[in-house]
Structure formats: structure tokens, C-alpha cells
T-cell receptor, first 108, second 117 residues
């Protein structure tokens, strides 16, 4: 079983709509979590850190549910530029464990 | 801030040759750097953790004699793929850790796309 699991998508989202997706993690000792964004053939870029129950940054809201061991990401008012693969990452024992990513495609 | 560079950004080499990839933290000192490999449509797989001044810690299944890592300074780590084979063709990404306000974040280099012919 993978340490971090994500729905690969793609999530096709009309521009301006809201999209949300989750990831689950298996290691209950994971200390912190992150959402990274990865564009095709590029390196991952940190989108948000999730250290407690969750946080919000502009149109992006991340939530952490430790009891159920999942993290969610919600994107409001989707822009065309939000099209990317979103990587869920858990940090435990000094290492980052990456999910395979959720592809989001925002359409005009 | 928190910029990490990699060089080269892409390289094509012949089977059997060695390739060196450099990873630099440009505006901060990184005691720990990480090397990842990513195959198409797959997640990043951690290959090794590189600590300045000590031997790298390799993940299970990664051959340390094939993937040589040197972390010579607080801003530079190198990965050398020795005797490269076509199956080593991949996207290699390094990252450097930065502790901010007591939290831990990793910043990634732009990656090196290796093609072995």
C-alpha cells in the first residue's frame, strides 16, 4: 500500500467553478503535510503547507483530518492557470512521501 | 528566497557513460538535500538523502555504487549516474530543506531530464 494515495483524476473543472479533492495517508505519525503543484515536465512548487487543522491562502483552502488521515485541497473560482497536477505530500521521519498527484484541468 | 538550481537541465548520453548533476541552494544554506527520480505519470521517488559532510543515506533498492552522491558544501550536492543505461532515463530532481519559523519545507530544483541512448 502506498503511503500517500490520491485520485489521479483528471478533474475537469469549468473556469470559475470550485473543485476539491482529497488524499489519504497511511502513517499516523506523519508530522506535517503539504500540497505541491507540478506543471508538465517541471519541478514541483510548494502551494501550501498544512501544519494543524488546515489553512487558507487566497482561493486555496487545505484541511487536515488526522482522525481519518486525509488532507483535502479546495480551489475556488478556478482559473485556467490552475490546470496542473497537485501533489499531496506527507512529512515523516525526515522524509517527504509523495502521492502520485491529482490532475486538474480547468476549461474555458 | 529559497531558490534551488540544477545543472544541467537536460542531458543526452550514451549507454555506459557517466553523468553528473549538480544541485545548488542559491540563497540559503542547506544541511540536507534530497535526490528524487520521477518517471512519466508517476510520483516522485526519493532516492537518497544527502547530508553535508557525511555519507548519503540511500533508499531501499537504490544502488549507492551506481548513484554516487557528494554533498561537499552547505550549498552544493552532486549526483553522478555511473555507467548509465537506458532504464536510467528519467527526470531527476533535487531539493533542499529549509527550516522556517520552526517548520520544515523543501524547495525543489528545476530538475534534470536524463536520456540514455
Amino acid at each position: 500500500r502506498k503511503e500517500v494515495e490520491q485520485d489521479p483524476g483528471p478533474f475537469n473543472v469549468p473556469e470559475g467553478a470550485t473543485v476539491a479533492f482529497n488524499c489519504t495517508y497511511s502513517n499516523s505519525a506523519s508530522q506535517s503535510f503539504f500540497w505541491y503543484r507540478q506543471d508538465c515536465r517541471k519541478e514541483p512548487k510548494l502551494l501550501m503547507s498544512v501544519y494543524s487543522s488546515g489553512n487558507e491562502d487566497g482561493r486555496f483552502t487545505a484541511q487536515l483530518n488526522r482522525a481519518s488521515q486525509y488532507i483535502s485541497l479546495l480551489i475556488r473560482d478556478s482559473k485556467l492557470s490552475d490546470s496542473a497536477t497537485y501533489l499531496c505530500v506527507a512529512f515523516s521521519w525526515g522524509k517527504l512521501q509523495f502521492g502520485s498527484g491529482t490532475q486538474v484541468v480547468v476549461t474555458p | 528566497g529559497a531558490v534551488v538550481s540544477q545543472h544541467p537541465s537536460w542531458v543526452i548520453c550514451k549507454s555506459g557513460t557517466s553523468v553528473k548533476i549538480e544541485c545548488r541552494s542559491l540563497d540559503f544554506q542547506a544541511t540536507t538535500m534530497f535526490w528524487y527520480r520521477q518517471f512519466p505519470k508517476q510520483s516522485l521517488m526519493l532516492m537518497a538523502t544527502s547530508n553535508e559532510g557525511s555519507k548519503a543515506t540511500y533508499e531501499q533498492g537504490v544502488e549507492k555504487d551506481k548513484f554516487l552522491i557528494n554533498h561537499a558544501s552547505l550549498t552544493l550536492s552532486t549526483l553522478t549516474v555511473t555507467s548509465a543505461h537506458p532504464e536510467d532515463s528519467s527526470f531527476y530532481i533535487c531539493s533542499a530543506s529549509l527550516r522556517t519559523k520552526g517548520n520544515f519545507e523543501q524547495y525543489f530544483g528545476p530538475g534534470t531530464r536524463l536520456t540514455v541512448t
